[in-house]
Nanobody, 123 residues
Framework: QVHLVQSGGGSVQAGGSLRLSCAAS????????MGWFRQARGKEREFVGY????????DYADSVKGRFIISRDNAKSTLYLDINDLKPEDTARYYC????????????????WGQGTQVSVSS
């Protein structure tokens, strides 16, 4: 299993931007499909997007498409989530996760999870 440590996040005003990072160790980072999820208070954890382990291609939830950008640096074993044009409804705890699946939108497809980082957006 890969060990994931997250950084970034914080409190921003609507319209602002943030970058979240997820540093991996313990296994070959490039072998994993890496995803981002978020969980708002009182709600279930929801899919945000992922970077495919084979091609590095990305897939996003419709709610974030066009505003969120996932990238990865395999040489640094690090996954990134750039969040632009933040909205109050983006307020949630964000998690990175690693999966052996090539295409993984489901929470149950992920074996390794970061500790989470809070993003709070004020209007």
């Amino acid at each position: 299993q890969v060990h994931l440590v997250q950084s970034g996040g914080g409190s921003v005003q609507a319209g602002g931007s943030l970058r979240l990072s997820c540093a991996a160790s313990g296994d070959t980072f490039s072998s994993y499909t890496m995803g981002w999820f978020r969980q708002a208070r009182g709600k279930e954890r929801e899919f945000v997007g992922y970077s495919n382990r084979v091609h590095g291609s990305t897939d996003y939830a419709d709610s974030v498409k066009g505003r969120f950008i996932i990238s990865r640096d395999n040489a640094k074993s690090t996954l990134y989530l750039d969040i632009n044009d933040l909205k109050p409804e983006d307020t949630a705890r964000y998690y990175c996760a690693g999966s052996w699946y090539n295409f993984a939108r489901n929470v149950d497809h992920y074996e390794s999870w970061g500790q989470g980082t809070q993003v709070s957006v004020s209007s």
